[in-house]
């Protein structure tokens, strides 16, 4: 997909003025007329249906579409100025209060054009015209985000004109959060991806399946992608005796401090990359809205200037994040009316979390995306979580689910678009973390939750404490406003007052809490779970403690927890033998390989042996693990979470993660594992000349 440099150098030579340009010319003026008629189309809807606005004849209506579009550029360019001054924040109230502004304007600048009623008849025009605005352009161009997509081509173009060629070309790596291999193919053989699956088609690209190891969640995956430290992490929460608090990975202050202990300095994006909506930074001197940083793009950021200030980016997000809370309702309603099993309830704050996800965020991200494109910046990794949060709650091959990797190709078709017309060259990576695993959930079988079932189990006279929670989507979020919250602004104080009791040590935390147990002074227990893994701590007790001292301590757990028909197999540390796999009926050392009676591990495929070992050496590790079966038939699992689509251990499509590379990047072998991901990516990156003083080769696996 790169252009080669001699291609780039001659693209540079061969421009022409834009005047002189017809091609681009006639490009602009078509999108001009179409723009100017949606326009006039809303203005005449809004003028019509509401008794607060009127005009002396058609020509007021027709010159008010001119005032608009003029009075909406000025704004822009006035917030594009003084946005360091006034910071993101103000940037954000600023692009929305300037559409009011906008309006005001063109109403008493035009003698024709007349309101009526009090100061509330301009908030009302102003968000019925929005309004009106965003739906007809989204209708016109049936739905699709083509008219925020023009938007931002012009911009480019106009950039691009003036922007300096990088000396080499540069990477950009797309994360589709939650993508399985296996669901990726099927899509591309369909025909339903027609961007993605035609650079596959033609040969440009190569699909890979790389298996991802456990824990199947993000920040495990990413920690390897991007740092080569997958090893510091469990699963996506767990428990830590040293300290007595659970470490959950995307709330701010843990994310910080779990960087801080596998990071090199010489991550992926270490030389003049940039990190975008991801768990960690992969040690990007620039990074927007990542988790381990809780840091907001900054003030000098045009992506996010560009984004908020728009009719067609804020203003037209809040509109289409309305319409896609109705459209999630129906979906539900639609799941419920039909009996379709297996679903979970899908209310409450997931309602916002999809819009704010498949709408705001995605749009934000391109935007983003395109400005760091545009600098040409050496290696760009964005994660978009639209797919993994639907397949969430929906399921992961659910017609919902699948309309987002749709929606999500368009943006990878976009994005190519921009490139292709930049002076330099860029190479597409597009990749994914884990993918997902459908099933009913534990509860919804068997009546009861894990928890409940290790309390039966244990001679304890506490009852365990089960950290358990849907927080994954709320982390972009709780940075965002974590970001906003710790500045030294009026904006800064406004946030910490309104949030007053919502922000703990600093950190805003919205959504569903991930307890911090309160340990007793006897042998409590502590259970963690991430999708249909499952880690169980004895709280008081240091160290790992071993099946021997299990056995005497709770001699009904281990047994207990085995045999259960909703538990595939559970480890536990063995003082003679080191990890072993305990199923219903049979017994894997993992070290050895030696089995007695049926492998326990033989349904969760021929990379569980070595998954499950190597998960159960890493650090903080729980005294039992558990995994949940996976049935024969379906491939289904049973989340211990209250979720559809689950991914965090093993069994199913949650393992069997995807690739998508330049084809002319050959690899010898699929990689296993995300730290192997890394290694690719910063060769790729070597061979492109975009690292810095390697002392050391990177063992790559790939051939020229």
């Not at 690899?667 to 290694?679: R, Y």
Request: hydrophobic letters at 40%; aromatic letters at 6%; proline letters at 6%.
């Amino acid at each position: 997909m790169a252009k080669p440099p001699e291609q780039v150098s001659g693209d540079r030579r061969s421009r022409r003025p834009f005047w002189l340009d017809w091609r681009r010319t006639g490009r602009g003026l078509q999108a001009m007329l179409v723009g100017g008629l949606l326009s006039l189309i809303s203005l005449i809807i809004t003028f019509w249906t509401l008794p607060q606005i009127s005009s002396d004849g058609r020509m007021p209506i027709l010159r008010l579409v001119v005032l608009l579009a003029v009075f909406s550029v000025l704004m822009r360019w006035i917030l594009a100025g003084v946005a360091v001054l006034i910071g993101s924040i103000g940037v954000l109230v600023g692009g929305l209060l300037s559409q009011f502004g906008v309006v005001y304007l063109g109403i008493t600048v035009d003698p024709g054009v007349n309101l009526h009623g009090g100061p509330e008849a301009l908030l009302v025009v102003s968000i019925v015209m929005s309004s009106v605005s965003a739906f007809v352009g989204w209708f016109a161009y049936a739905g699709s985000d083509d008219a925020y997509v023009a938007e931002v081509m012009r911009v480019v173009r106009r950039r691009a004109r003036r922007a300096t060629a990088a000396p080499r070309t540069g990477m950009l790596i797309i994360q589709i959060d939650g993508l399985s291999a296996p669901l990726l193919n099927w899509m591309v053989m369909s025909g339903n991806l027609p961007h993605l699956g035609g650079w596959i088609r033609d040969g440009k690209h190569s699909m890979v399946e790389w298996h991802t190891g456990v824990p199947a969640t993000t920040p495990a995956s990413q920690a390897g992608i991007l740092h080569g430290g997958s090893g510091q992490i469990p699963a996506f929460r767990w428990y830590e005796k040293e300290t007595g608090r659970v470490m959950v990975t995307n709330r701010g202050r843990d994310a910080a401090e779990i960087e801080a202990r596998m990071s090199t300095g010489r991550g992926l994006l270490a030389d003049g990359g940039v990190s975008i909506s991801n768990n960690w930074s992969g040690d990007a001197e620039h990074c927007e809205l990542v988790f381990s940083r809780a840091a907001l793009p900054n003030s000098r950021s045009r992506g996010y200037v560009r984004f908020f200030s728009s009719p067609q980016g804020a203003a037209r997000g809040l509109v289409l994040c309305v319409a896609e809370m109705v459209k999630e309702l129906f979906q539900a309603r639609r799941q419920r009316r039909r009996n379709l099993v297996p679903r979970v309830k899908r209310g409450g704050s997931y309602i916002f979390l999809r819009a704010i996800t498949n709408v705001l965020l995605r749009d934000l991200n391109v935007s983003l995306i395109t400005d760091e494109l545009v600098k040409g910046t050496p290696v760009i990794y964005c994660d978009f979580v639209d797919y993994d949060e639907v397949a969430h709650h929906a399921g992961p091959t659910r017609p919902e689910s699948l309309q987002t990797l749709e929606g999500l190709d368009r943006v990878l078709g976009a994005l190519q678009r921009f490139i292709d017309i930049l002076p330099h060259s860029y190479e597409i990576v597009v990749l994914s973390d884990h993918g997902q695993s459908q099933g009913a959930t534990f509860l919804q079988r068997y009546g009861r939750t894990l928890t409940e079932v290790v309390d039966e189990l244990v001679d304890t006279t506490s009852e365990p404490v089960a950290a358990v929670g849907r927080s994954e989507g709320w982390g972009p979020v709780n940075a965002f406003l974590t970001e906003l919250s710790l500045r030294r602004s009026v904006a800064g104080s406004v946030t910490r007052k309104a949030l007053h009791g919502k922000a703990g040590r600093g950190e805003v935390e919205l959504g569903p809490k991930d307890c911090e147990p309160a340990v007793n002074s006897d042998e409590q227990m502590v259970v963690t779970a991430s999708g249909n893994l499952a880690l169980i701590y004895l709280a008081t007790t240091p160290g790992r403690v071993p099946l021997e001292e299990l056995e005497l301590l709770h001699p009904k757990l281990i047994p207990g927890l085995a045999t259960h028909p909703g538990v595939g197999f559970v480890v536990v540390d063995s003082l003679a033998e080191g990890p072993v796999a305990i199923g219903r009926a049979g017994v894997r050392v993992l070290k050895s390989g030696r089995i007695e009676g049926e492998d326990p591990l033989a349904p969760y495929g021929p990379f569980a042996p070595a998954s499950i070992l190597r998960q159960a050496e890493l650090p903080h590790n729980g005294d039992v693990v558990v995994v949940s079966r996976v049935d024969d038939y379906t491939r289904e699992v049973a989340a211990f979470e209250e979720l559809v689509g689950c991914h965090g251990g093993i069994g199913g499509w949650q393992t069997e993660a995807v690739l998508v590379h330049p084809s002319r990047w050959e690899l010898k072998e699929p990689p296993v594992g995300s730290d192997a991901v890394h290694a690719l990516l910063v060769g790729w990156l070597e061979k492109l000349g975009q690292r810095k003083d390697v002392e050391e080769p990177v063992e790559t696996k790939v051939e020229a």
